[in-house]
């Protein structure tokens, strides 16, 4: 670090590039799977969630020592229309607190909010369906 990072500058941010392989990311017009969405650490899991406009969705394990993926997860989510093909991209991540292994996310496209419960061996979606609003009489 040197002067030129000082805060006295505004705010800046400490990256690091982490190199993905999977199948399903190809390149599109020069971005990876269209281009990111969104991306999310949890310190708790040691995971790190994040998602492609093409829809692809992700999670990994990260190596706290040397900064390498260990293992890389699909995320699946299947359309509520029941009959699309593509996964929406997921995005605004977040953590139940006090319930570690929760993730809670919301499907892009539609906005339709999820709760993922990460397990040693797999994970499992599910739907959080909000009630109609009550017609006023």
Same mark, same amino acid.
């Given at each position: ?8 500058? @505004?705010?800046?941010? +400490?990256?690091?590039? /982490?190199? #993905?392989?999977?199948?399903? *990311? =190809? ?8 281009? @990111? %969405?969104? +991306? ?28 390498? +993926?260990?293992? /890389?997860?699909?995320?699946? +989510? =299947? ?5 699309? =093909?593509?996964?929406?991209? /997921? ?11 929760? %993730? ?6 539609? @906005? #339709?909010?999820?709760? #993922?419960? %990460?397990?040693?061996?797999?994970? *499992? #979606?599910?739907?959080?369906?909000? *009630?109609?609003? =009550?017609?006023?009489?």
């Amino acid at each position: 670090m040197d002067e030129s990072s000082s805060a006295q500058h @505004g705010p800046f941010y +400490v990256t690091s590039v /982490l190199e #993905i392989s999977h199948q399903d *990311l =190809k390149d599109s017009n020069g971005q990876v799977a269209g281009g @990111g %969405v969104s +991306v999310y650490y949890s310190h708790v899991l040691q995971m790190l969630f994040f998602s492609y406009s093409q829809g692809k969705s992700f999670a990994a394990t990260v190596s706290r020592s040397t900064t390498d +993926v260990q293992r /890389l997860f699909t995320i699946n +989510v =299947k359309g509520s229309n029941g009959g699309s =093909k593509t996964s929406p991209a /997921l995005c605004q991540w977040s953590e139940v607190m006090n319930h570690p292994g929760l %993730v809670c996310c919301v499907q892009q496209t539609t @906005g #339709i909010p999820l709760v #993922i419960m %990460v397990k040693p061996d797999t994970f *499992l #979606i599910q739907e959080i369906k909000t *009630l109609p609003a =009550k017609a006023k009489v």
